[in-house]
């Protein structure tokens, strides 16, 4: 039981550090953003900008935050 | 020998293959680079082994597959990924600019694969890109082959782009070695950012304005985003450059 207990838990912190990493508002921003990509999508809005603009503005928030830390 | 009229469903499948296989060798050789090339190559093999399993199992049914969904997952996790290679080479550039030639720099073996099992991450990364791309191929073969009425000269339009560049991909990754480890880390985060933000785009049934192409626009716009932040980083906190 321990073991299979100890293979969840492996398990569900790679998908973890996968998905989510050391910042997770990056992530959650991504999923966002692809929401709403297809809502506009689904009314017939152009909606492709969206996620190149949460790229650019994410990457630029969690790399000043991550270099005021140091 | 190929006949005059069987010829242009050669080239177009080839080409198109192409683009397709050009997509795969990159993530193959980025995470194998990066990560360490063990995991990578296996994660390549079971990507292969999955895609011919498909292929023989459905064949020209293939085309019933919903690509839709399985790009978006797909994007979306080579997207969040990404993001944190591309993140990571920024500070990373920006605090010790190219130094670790070779991957001399101790600061940075913290990212290759040292362990006695299997990278899943590698693993993953390599098996999603060849299963992913290599359905691409698949539907592009069966699309021409049923278009043309001849399967065969697709398949070998389609197997020869994934051969040829896969050649490439193997001559090219010793040379890929010599980059430095932070540099590469951010070319191979700048593009798996790219391939994740088109494919879950496109997942979502957008269509992007320049196809294909806008892959292009997508590097150049985010190796101009890391170019400015690694400037603006360095501008700010030279300090940086010796803590990090």
């Known amino acids: 039981m321990a073991r299979i207990w100890s293979w969840i838990v492996a398990f569900g912190r790679f998908w973890y550090s996968f998905i989510v990493g050391d910042d997770w508002t990056v992530a959650v921003a991504a999923l966002i953003g692809l929401a709403v990509t297809g809502i506009l999508n689904a009314n017939h809005i152009v909606g492709w900008w969206l996620i190149p603009i949460i790229v650019v503005v994410m990457t630029g928030i969690s790399v000043q935050r991550t270099s005021a830390r140091r | ?176 070695r010599r980059i430095p480890r932070s540099f590469l880390q951010l070319i191979v985060g700048t593009l798996l950012t790219s391939f994740g933000t088109f494919w879950s785009v496109e997942g979502l049934g957008v269509n992007w304005p320049a196809s294909d192409a806008t892959i292009v626009v997508l590097l150049i716009l985010y190796a101009a985003t890391a170019l400015t932040y690694i400037a603006v980083l360095r501008r700010r906190a030279p300090q940086m450059r010796v803590a990090a």
């Open chain 2, 1 to 176: 020998m190929i006949s005059t009229g069987l010829l242009p469903v050669l080239i177009t499948t080839f080409l198109a293959s192409a683009v397709e296989a050009t997509e795969m060798v990159t993530i193959v050789v980025g995470v194998g680079a990066t990560r360490g090339w063990r995991s990578t190559i296996i994660g390549a093999v079971s990507g292969f082994g999955v895609l011919a399993v498909i292929v023989v199992v459905l064949g020209a049914a293939l085309s019933r597959i919903p690509i839709g969904p399985l790009r978006l997952i797909v994007g979306f996790l080579l997207l969040v990924f990404g993001l944190q290679w591309f993140r990571k080479g920024i500070t990373r550039v920006a605090a010790r600019g190219l130094a670790g030639m070779a991957g001399e720099d101790p600061h940075e073996a913290a990212e290759q694969w040292t362990g006695p099992g299997i990278d899943w991450t590698a693993w993953l990364l390599a098996f999603k890109g060849v299963v992913l791309e290599g359905l691409e191929v698949a539907f592009i073969v069966v699309s021409f082959g049923a278009a043309a009425n001849n399967y065969g000269v697709a398949i070998i339009g389609g197997a020869a782009a994934i051969v040829i560049f896969l050649g490439i991909g193997f001559i090219v990754h010793r040379s890929v």
